[in-house]
């Protein structure tokens, strides 16, 4: 008898990233990552189902679920294609870790404008982080809350795999970090990802420090 089990990947908000926690986790090996389509994939011939890669610890997006049957499996993958999300949307919005093509538009910091951007005057944020930190994929928090009514604020983002010295002379080393400046002066660096929770305190201090810097 054929099996109408599955196991789904809703790629519109998994990392496709080669350190998936599923892999190691599965027994079986049924879950490897495609060179060729970078992405984590599912061997159906391979798995006895016992669902560890769906665990939360294991995939703490999850992007894995499982269908028992193929009315299951219709209604995720009909769930998945109506979501309006996109890669694009994953990784420069949810994640942070490009520059976002809508308000407020993040700037990348390189060797070339680092001097720039440190004497910019003003209210700023740096955003430093690592590609190959998880938290820094799963944990960025969207810009447009965090910076919700304070115009003017500007924000650079640092890839600190890229640009170590950077980073380095910024003092951090932990990732992904994010360093709140009024002017030239560094108001507070926060050394950890930013949860739900904390977004509407940080927009509170953002706001505040703008009004002072009026």
Known sequence: MIST???IFNYK????????GAIPECPTGAITFDKVNQKPVWDESKCTFCLKCTLPDVC????????HDSTQEQAIMNAINS??????WLWLERYGVMPSKVDPIAQLIINKNKDQ?????????????HE????????SPLFSDLTKDVPGIKIFKLNAKKHPKLAKNLNIST????LIYNNHILVDTIPSYISEEMIPQLNLKLKSLSINHK
């Open 83 to 88: 979501d309006p999300h996109s890669e694009s």
């Open 117 to 129: 951007v440190l004497k910019l005057a003003g209210l700023k944020l740096i955003d430093v982080w």
């Open 5 to 7: 089990r599955k196991i």
């Open 132 to 139: 190959d930190f998880l938290n820094c994929r799963l944990h």
């Open 60 to 67: 703490p997006v999850g992007a894995i679920v499982f269908a």
């Open 13 to 20: 908000i998994c990392d496709k990233a080669a350190e998936c």
């Open 175 to 178: 990732f992904p970090s994010l």
